[in-house]
């Protein structure tokens, strides 16, 4: 289990490192170092996801002049992409994200915000190949819902990002 305390609230994650082990291990190693620390939802999409995990936050006030400041941490090498593994990405299911490339997650993930059937594996190529699913929320769905209705717009070359920025104020392994 998992706890990410953001500005709107906590989501509690439920891990699934029997049938994703590759990559809870991946996600708990950046939650366990504290990667997570004050990084942003730096994408929203209403009805599909929400996305954080990469872009540093670095101002403590919530301003648009931190998203100028708005900085892509650096990861650990990419992990291999798991999605065969039969879980779905569906409605507040938690996946990797990656790339166009289908092994290059690293520290960014999503939350679905509906059943995203067209994200799943059905082939081991470059077009089939999914996002890797490896756990779902278990509470907190609100947070997730509310986070989702934020105002987006256009910002620093990034599409969908949120206008009063969305900040994951750190992660932590709960029993």
Not at 28 to 46: A, C, P, Q, W
Not at 121 to 134: E, H, I
């Given at each position: ?105 690293t520290s960014q993930f999503f939350i ?63 029993q």
């Amino acid at each position: 289990m998992v706890k990410l305390h953001t500005n709107y609230g906590i989501i509690t994650l439920e891990l699934d490192a029997e049938k994703a082990p590759a990559t809870v291990k991946n996600f708990l190693e950046y939650v366990n170092s504290g990667f997570y620390y004050k990084t942003l939802f730096h994408r929203v999409i209403d009805g599909f996801v929400i996305q954080g995990g990469g872009y540093n936050y670095s101002l403590g006030t919530v301003s648009m002049s931190s998203i100028a400041k708005m900085s892509l941490k650096s990861t650990n090498p990419p992990i291999k992409n798991e999605a065969a593994n039969g879980l779905k990405n569906d409605k507040y299911t938690i996946a990797m994200a990656r790339s166009s490339a289908p092994h290059s997650a690293t520290s960014q993930f999503f939350i679905n915000l509906k059943d995203n059937n067209s994200l799943n594996y059905t082939a081991p190529d470059k077009q089939g190949y999914g996002y890797c699913v490896f756990g779902k929320v278990v509470g907190g769905t609100e947070v997730v819902d509310v986070i989702s209705k934020v105002a987006v717009g256009t910002r620093y070359g990034l599409e969908n990002v949120p206008l009063e920025e969305v900040v994951l104020k750190k992660a932590e392994e709960v029993q």
